[in-house]
């Protein structure tokens, strides 16, 4: 079952922001977040290797919602 985009922030818990990606993808895999959501992160090239806030990294993680 899909998550909400609601329901993904849970993964982003602790950091703070702006964040590197690297930063952003080792947070989501310790939190245990779903592959796919992981590995649109580290495919994301929009958003020059940081995220300035949570709602950055949910454009890209739904942006085809």
């Known amino acids: ?3 909400s985009p609601v329901e993904s922030q849970k993964y ?3 950091i703070i922001f702006p ?3 690297a930063l952003v993808v ?3 895999q ?3 977040a779903p592959a796919h ?9 929009k958003n020059q290797g940081r ?3 949570p709602a950055a990294v949910s454009q ?3 942006n085809e919602l």
């Open 37 to 45: 959501l992981v590995g649109q992160i580290e495919a994301d090239v």
């Open 60 to 62: 890209v993680w739904w």
């Open 19 to 21: 964040a590197s990606k």
């Open 1 to 3: 079952m899909q998550q």
């Open 51 to 53: 995220f300035v806030s």
């Open 30 to 32: 310790r939190q245990g």
């Open 12 to 14: 982003l818990t602790g």
């Open 26 to 28: 080792a947070t989501l």
